[in-house]
């Protein structure tokens, strides 16, 4: 009797040892077969799945803000200010995932066109998805202040990448401490 595989499970368990391996090593620095050996699957069960290495990236991304999506929806509470300070304490709980996908985009970025990555359909999903999900989180009405405060949270964890002496808990504390203050002049804002 053939072997029942679970075809969404094992992809998942790539993708997830891939971010972790692409964390360390960076992207560009990884061939397939070196990917295949360090998660260990064939190359033939690689490309069942995946059928490059770029489509493995872009599903991994996918599937990454997709966890975050679920993540950042347990950022909760009762007034603006209780969500913001919900928000700073997931990433800090959360700090080496976040961290992890920061250096991963930014190996990607340094080995790619940037106008391909930016016409890139799937990138443009996982953008829109971190922006509604900052929308939703904060009820921000204005989609670019949402996705500015994405960049800025981007911006805390590019910092923390090889920067042992700077404190990501102080970082995420000023930030939070600027948006409720920021949002409590533009109270309009919200909804």
Known sequence: ???????????????????????????????????CQEIGVSTGALYHYFPSKKALFEQLVDEISHQDTLLLKEAVGETLEERIKALGQLLIQHEAHFIKQAIIWINFYQHNDAQEIQANPTFQQVDDRYQRSMSALLGIQEPKIARFIWTLINGVLIEQVGNEDLSFVEQIDLLTQMLIAYFEKNKSLIS
């Open 1 to 35: 009797m053939p072997k029942v595989v679970d075809f969404e499970k094992q992809r998942k368990e790539i993708l997830f040892k891939c971010f972790d391996l692409f964390a360390q090593k960076g992207y560009a620095n990884v061939t397939t077969r070196q990917l």
